[in-house]
């Protein structure tokens, strides 16, 4: 979390949701909370939390796996923080 306070180009409920991402995150920066988990834990909406992930994505910060669902059971996307070492240096 504290590379994601250091580097994040994001503000306001954006970096909510990606501080929120970090701190789901294990020490490879894998996690998989639900887009609802994220909005509470940010306090913003669901909205907010997928214009962010899509930000995240599009930045080159995250990278998204969508998971198959089996027999209906609703599965989270796998996340994997992609922060380079260009990116902590500039903060971008």
């Known amino acids: 979390m504290t590379l994601v ?3 994040s180009p994001l503000t306001g409920a954006g ?4 501080l929120a991402l ?5 020490d490879s920066g894998t996690c998989w909370p639900s887009v609802h988990t994220l909005a509470r834990k940010a ?4 909205r907010q939390v997928q214009r962010t ?6 930045l080159g910060r995250l990278r998204r796996q969508e998971r ?12 994997q923080f ?3 070492p260009e990116q902590l240096e500039l903060g971008v």
Request: hydrophobic content about 40%; some cysteine.
């Open 82 to 84: 992609l922060l380079t």
């Open 43 to 46: 306090r913003c909406s669901d």
């Open 22 to 26: 970090a701190d789901f995150s294990d």
């Open 15 to 18: 970096l909510l949701v990606e």
């Open 53 to 58: 992930l899509d930000q995240l994505v599009r």
């Open 5 to 7: 306070w250091q580097s």
């Open 68 to 79: 198959p669902r089996a027999r209906g059971d609703n599965l989270t996307s796998l996340y």
